[in-house]
């Protein structure tokens, strides 16, 4: 906990109340929120604002902490890990003034399951198996990520038609989780039509994935190399269909959610987020694009084949819920309008990169060829070996920044692998969404961060 | 006007209110699901397989390939020497022991696509449970075809038709292994009771949904579609007609089918009535029967 505090520069908080920081001695040790008067100026000035990365002056108000009140004024409630609002296993402890919601400590780990550490026991042909858990509304990106962190390693260049097939894949999935978001937002705000609206549309997508992966989630479909198997015959009609019935229902959506005036009382001007605000606590995704960043790694740095697509990021103003609501939104017609393309002009061609290496060889040849039949064992044994390096590769998953950190000590296994969860860091902004509002908007404030938990514990 | 605006205002909300009733005329989404499932595709993972060619023999070579691949470490297997006398695979060697244990089974099916035989594969089934932890552990004698080629059907597994149709499907979508000169083509064995199985099409053009058992997603979701797109018979009237008609045929069906199960149940009861009856009087019942005989009514038979 000490070390944790950032070391106060300026003068203006020192007077009156500094106390040594507490460590309370529970179960869960140092998680506890310490008492308010001994919370110094310090620490209370890094929950109240973000002040981690940028100068305090702009963002935290000396006025608005308020070190005076006491203990017996304010009270903590306790809001999780089983609670149906919190997304998964998120606990939150909310001290309350009231109704008012003064600080916040999430309390995540609930979820850990060491897939990290999993990734330095199973090799790069096992490894996508492992990190499409993490976040579970949108597995295709965590192969995604892994994959091409791997391909950066072995500096292969993957054809053009897989990294097409990709695309394709990232933006049903990306229309799949804001739909799932969609749905879960409407439950938490009491709109259980859009709760089954939602999942009847993720429906059709899961299908497709289903189709094509042979499984609904946790599809190990996008791996080094490329993708496993082909588009399935027909796809064409199939996204076709997924593409022109989610783009008209998402204007029913319009009409049940957007204009009505409970939906709109309950979301505007709720959970405030300032662009500076959200870029010192490193937000991405829709709740930094809802501040009015048009920051999207498609855009501004694009990879796979983004930069040869036609499409707007969506950006938002006042950085409330219902910003991000509407981004959402909007963002499946983005990605509709980018499936569209992508179906297109979805190039013939290889899939997977044809490098003995890396890929199996074509199942016709270990009848003919005793070298395929040597290639074949050693990548289904020992994998494949990356050469020594690291590298870091960010993509745009649902949530913000999916990145994954890769080091190789040159075996076929990762020495270590590190991600960088867009849910995980996106969790810092709950404490400052949190505050000053009321503890009926949480359950809507926490639903608009949209954490996934199998991603911020992994 | 400006009052007439603000009492549109006022009453916005009810658009709302007209989507969630205009959902009562659109054909029903949901499934009652235990009785009636969605279409499976023929690329699904489900519940493995051992394959065995045509003649008989088993496919399965014990070379530990998909035991080696498994991320969840859940494949055991042990080869042996084939007997010469009785050879129970082509090879040298065959899976002497064969175990999945399904409470770490991830289905990932690399264990399909590392097989250099075409032995493992999987079907379509997946509703399966167990009751302890002994029988997750599906060894040789459950995982391999029977004598016509079919899976075995498991009491605690629920399989519904065309689950063991379609087998192997992701096998045959990963086998030209990311080429495009190897789609279409036939790269597997023949398997017994299905012969040579037909490949996707693909790029090659080559396409047959009948053979493959591919479904289109218009087919799969047809109620979820919009209204335009489902076929003029089955909107509307028409279509709650045309559900009816369907759900009453696939009750008659079950109905029928219980009461072929009842019939059966009845026969075998009585069929082991009289078997155990029969065993009495040759068992050691038939001392007690004839300890107790004095008092017994029957004495006289």
Redesign the interface.
């Known amino acids: 906990m000490e070390g944790c505090v950032a070391p106060v520069t300026d003068d203006v908080f020192v007077e009156g109340t500094r106390h040594a920081p507490r460590v309370a001695e529970t179960s869960e040790g140092a998680q506890e929120m310490a008492p308010r008067p001994e919370t110094d100026d310090a620490e209370l000035r890094r929950e109240v604002g973000a002040v981690l990365r940028m100068a305090e002056g702009p963002v935290v108000n000396a006025n608005d902490i308020d070190i005076e009140r006491r203990d017996d004024e304010t009270m903590i409630i306790n809001m999780g890990p089983q609670h149906p609002s919190t997304h998964g296993v998120l606990r939150l402890m909310l001290e309350l003034d009231g109704e008012t919601v003064l600080r916040t400590k999430p309390v995540i780990g609930y979820l850990h399951t060491g897939m990290e550490k999993t990734a330095e026991e ?1 090799t790069y ?2 490894g996508a ?2 990190v499409t858990r993490m976040d579970y509304l949108s597995p295709l990106t965590n192969e995604l990520v892994f994959s091409m962190a791997t391909e950066a390693l072995l500096d292969v260049e993957v ?1 053009p ?2 990294v097409w097939i990709r695309m394709l894949m990232s933006e049903l999935q990306r229309v799949s989780s804001h739909l799932m978001w969609m749905a879960t937002n409407g439950m938490d705000l009491g709109s259980t ?1 859009m709760m089954i609206y939602g999942f ?2 993720r ?2 997508v899961l ?2 994935f ?6 609904r989630m ?1 599809h ?1 479909y996008i791996r080094p ?6 588009l ?3 796809w064409e ?2 996204v076709e ?2 593409c ?2 989610v783009l ?1 229902r998402s204007f ?1 959506y319009d ?3 957007t ?4 939906f709109r009382q309950r979301t505007e001007g709720i959970g405030n987020l300032s662009a500076e605000e959200a870029l010192a606590l490193s937000a991405t995704g829709p709740i930094l694009r809802s501040t009015g960043v048009p920051w999207d790694l498609r855009r501004t740095m694009p990879y796979l084949a983004y930069d040869e697509l036609d499409f707007d990021i969506i950006v938002g103003t006042y950085g409330d819920n219902f910003d991000r609501y509407s981004i959402r939104l909007n963002e499946i017609r983005e990605s509709i309008k980018m499936i569209r393309q992508i179906a297109a002009r979805m190039p ?7 490098d003995r290496k890396v ?6 040849r ?1 009848d003919e060829s005793m070298e395929a ?1 040597i290639h ?2 050693k990548i ?2 020992e994998g494949f070996k990356v050469p020594e390096g690291e590298v870091y590769v960010a993509i745009e998953s649902p949530r913000g920044e999916l990145g994954c950190y890769l080091v190789s000590d040159g075996s076929s296994k990762p020495y270590r692998m590190h991600i960088r969860g867009p849910s995980f860091v996106n969790l810092q902004t709950v404490p400052v969404l949190l505050r000053g509002g009321l503890i009926a908007d949480a359950v809507a404030i926490i639903s608009s961060v949209d954490p996934v938990m199998g991603e911020v514990d992994r | 006007m400006g009052f007439l605006d603000g009492v549109k205002d006022e009453l916005s909300f009810l658009g709302g209110f007209k989507l969630t009733f205009e959902h009562l005329t659109r054909p029903r989404v949901t499934r009652q699901y235990p009785e009636e499932k969605k279409p499976k595709q023929p690329r699904q993972h489900g519940r493995h397989v051992l394959n065995r060619y045509e003649d008989g023999m088993e496919k399965c070579i014990g070379c530990e390939l998909c035991a080696g691949v498994c991320p969840a470490d859940c494949i055991y297997v042990r080869g042996l020497d084939n007997p010469p006398d009785h050879p129970v695979s082509p090879g040298e060697r065959y899976g002497y022991v064969y175990e999945i244990n399904y409470l770490r089974c991830i289905h990932c099916d690399l264990c399909v696509e590392a097989c250099p035989t075409e032995a493992i594969t999987e079907s379509k089934l997946f509703e399966f449970s167990f009751t302890n932890r002994a029988d997750a552990i599906y060894t040789k004698a459950e995982l391999l075809v029977d004598d016509a080629g079919k899976p075995q059907k498991l009491p605690w597994e629920d399989w519904r038709d065309a689950d063991e149709l379609h087998t192997s499907g992701w096998m045959r979508a990963t086998s030209p292994s990311g080429s495009a000169a190897y789609e279409g083509e036939v790269q597997w064995s023949a398997e017994l009771g299905y012969g040579v199985r037909p490949p996707e099409g693909g790029q090659s053009g080559r396409r047959d949904d009948a053979a493959t058992g591919t479904k289109a997603l218009r087919d799969v979701l047809e109620t979820h579609l919009l209204d335009e797109d489902i076929p003029l018979d089955h909107r509307g009237m028409r279509g709650r007609i045309w559900r009816g008609k369907l759900s009453a045929e696939r009750h008659k069906k079950q109905l029928e089918a219980a009461r072929q199960r009842h019939k059966e149940a009845k026969a075998t009861r009585a069929a082991d009535k009289t078997t155990t009856r029969g065993a009495d009087k040759t068992s050691e019942d038939a001392v007690d029967e004839a300890s107790t005989a004095p008092a017994g009514p029957e004495v006289d038979s």
């Open positions: 199973l042909v096992q198996t492992n054809p038609r897989a039509s009847r549309e429906e059709m299908t497709f289903e189709k094509t992966t042979g499984l946790n190990n190399g490329g993708v496993a198997a082909d399935p015959d027909g009609d199939d269909v997924i022109e019935t008209a029913e009409e049940l959610l204009g009505q005036p409970i013939p061609g290889d899939y997977r990169i044809q890929t199996p060889p074509p199942r016709a270990i039949l074949h064992f289904f044994t």
